[in-house]
């Protein structure tokens, strides 16, 4: 099974902050990730699919990049209400898996 | 509008069965795939189970051999019949459609909690 790697576990950050959040394959998953916001007590809600592609309603501050086993998901000016945890999830031969999350916290 | 409600969940003993419904509105589940994902408390999400629209079923290698998601095409609603409980399945389990071969989940339902103890 593939694993993916999500670095930090946890990031301190400010509004209007730059962030990243890094998610690593371990092969190659082309640009078949996803990555989804989640609030507590909340299903998690999808931001980012293939890679790059912005799901509709979400705000423009969010962007993902990346191919193969690399991969970053970009919050360009931190707000309020992004204070949450991130999941990257990818697909691969009839099995998903997530990273083990990001919480991104206030400064 | 597209919406999934799960039900079903509760407190069960180890070993004991449980078997949980995802109701969808706004589209159909059976020209879909459809996913379970759950999360144990405190932890991240873990995929369990998918049934593509041809009626293919996959399972992660931890409830292989005891769950199996099925659907109801005429009632447009999804299951999950859980056999062999144990103590580790206990988690909030989420129903969420695929849209399409990329496998990223578009919604996602609110979450039923399974607890699995004695």
């Known amino acids: 099974d593939i694993q993916m790697t999500q670095s930090p576990s946890t990031l301190s950050a400010s509004v209007g902050d730059r962030v990243t959040i890094t998610c690593r394959a371990s092969q190659s998953i082309s640009s078949w990730l996803a990555w989804y916001q989640q609030k507590p007590g909340k299903a998690p809600k999808l931001l980012i699919y293939k890679a790059s592609s912005l799901e509709s309603g979400v705000p423009s501050r969010f962007s993902g990049s990346g191919s193969g086993t690399e991969f970053t998901l970009t919050i360009s000016s931190l707000q309020p209400d992004d204070f949450a945890t991130y999941y990257c999830?990818?697909?691969?031969?009839?099995?998903?898996?997530f990273g083990r999350g990001t919480k991104v916290e206030i400064k | 509008e597209v919406q999934l409600v799960e039900s079903g969940g509760g407190l069960v003993q180890p070993g004991e069965s449980l078997r949980l419904s995802c109701a969808a509105s706004g589209f159909s589940v059976n020209r879909n795939y459809m996913s379970w994902v759950r999360q144990a408390p405190g932890k991240g999400l873990e995929w369990v189970s998918v049934?593509?629209?041809?009626?293919?079923?996959y399972y992660a290698d931890s409830v292989k051999g005891r769950f199996t998601i099925s659907r109801h095409n005429s009632k447009n609603t999804l299951f999950l019949e859980m056999n062999s409980l144990r103590a580790e399945d206990t988690a909030v389990y989420y129903c969420?459609?695929?849209?399409?071969?990329?496998?990223?989940?578009?919604?996602w339902g609110q979450g039923t909690l399974v607890t699995v103890s004695s």
């Open positions: 049934i593509y629209s041809g009626s293919n079923t």
């Open positions: 969420a459609r695929i849209p399409d071969y990329y496998g990223y989940f578009d919604y």
């Open positions: 999830q990818q697909y691969n031969s009839y099995s998903w898996t």
